[in-house]
């Protein structure tokens, strides 16, 4: 018990130091991609305000953002302010800009974990069937798709769907993560789950095609093993082959990719939140990007970063149960 402690111990604290630095290094670096602007932050939005103003009132609104301070000394002001909680003012949603992270979070928290899920399973399914009927119509055929939904970018064939089930067939709503004209508190889940199917479902399709390719090929190196053909010779089906020796070699390779995907799924929620009108994080990262919102959009990118290194401590904290004997180095 003690050794499996101090070990998870070791793991979090390592985990920490490189989370620690890392978002560090992002930070830097958004702020000195936003800074590096030609974009006038002021200027956007004043232009938001819809009325003139004054030059005064411009210092003012500068002296209160702290534009005339040195880049330096701006930086170190908003990582203190973000160390004690206050991640800024979003001149776009006249609200902080951690209360819009907080409340939008959870919207894109839950279409990232629909398409994640859907992405693994269809991805895992299918790899394994064309794994099973190697060289097969249904192989050439399962390939075929894998490429082409590989290389199809996520807002064309959400429009695509978006036109098909929505416009055409009716099947789901336009957009948006609940009915119009509805109270937040009033939505019901199925509701909920009704408008999130179609965006969910575009955006697994972004990332299935790499874990089903890659799990075939892996299916087809178990299956000419010799450990599988030794089993095969003993008479054991392929399907027993695969759910009795090839299931956890094939398994751990997807559940890489799968957990490596984050990253690659958030910024595809970015296309699929705009196409749908769904009020996630990736929808508000993309407004705060074209109206020069700063504090929103590093807010936005900070969070996202530590929302993927979580993923992947979660990552290699399982590749430990799946398989003991990876460990990390030093354990």
């Not at 416009?167 to 993560?177: A, E, M, T």
């Amino acid at each position: 018990m003690k050794e499996t402690l101090g070990r998870l111990a070791r793991i979090f604290c390592t985990y920490g130091v490189r989370t620690v630095s890392l978002l560090f290094a992002v930070s830097l670096i958004s702020f000195l991609l936003v800074s590096a602007s030609p974009v006038d932050p002021v200027q956007q939005y004043i232009l938001g305000l819809g009325t003139a103003v004054s030059p005064a009132q411009r210092a003012e609104i500068e002296a209160y953002w702290g534009i005339s301070v040195p880049p330096a000394e701006r930086y170190c002001n908003w990582l203190t302010g973000i160390l004690q909680g206050n991640f800024g003012y979003s001149a776009l949603y006249r609200r902080p800009v951690a209360a819009i992270i907080r409340e939008r979070f959870w919207n894109s928290l839950a279409l990232m974990l629909c398409a994640w899920a859907l992405s693994g399973v269809i991805g895992f399914l299918l790899g394994c069937v064309m794994g099973m009927y190697r060289d097969s119509w249904v192989d050439r055929l399962l390939k075929k798709i894998c490429y082409a939904l590989s290389s199809v970018p996520t807002f064309w064939l959400g429009l695509v769907f978006l036109l098909i089930f929505a416009v055409w067939l009716k099947w789901f709503p336009i957009g948006f993560s609940a009915p119009v004209g509805v109270r937040s508190r009033d939505v019901t889940l199925w509701q909920k789950l009704y408008h999130l199917i179609l965006p969910a479902f575009t955006l697994s399709l972004m990332s299935f095609s790499n874990i089903a390719l890659h799990t075939r090929q892996k299916l087809v190196d178990v299956l000419h093993s010799e450990y599988a053909l030794f089993a095969q010779a003993r008479g054991e089906g392929r399907w027993t082959i695969l759910f009795g020796h090839g299931l956890r070699n094939i398994l751990f390779p997807a559940l890489t990719l799968q957990f490596s995907s984050f990253a690659e799924l958030f910024g595809g929620s970015v296309m699929a939140e705009n196409v749908f009108s769904y009020p996630g994080l990736g929808s508000a990262v993309s407004a705060a990007g074209l109206n020069a919102d700063v504090p929103l959009l590093l807010g936005v990118t900070l969070f996202s970063a530590l929302f993927v290194c979580t993923g992947n401590m979660i990552a290699n904290l399982l590749y430990g149960v799946i398989d003991p004997r990876v460990r990390e180095v030093g354990e």
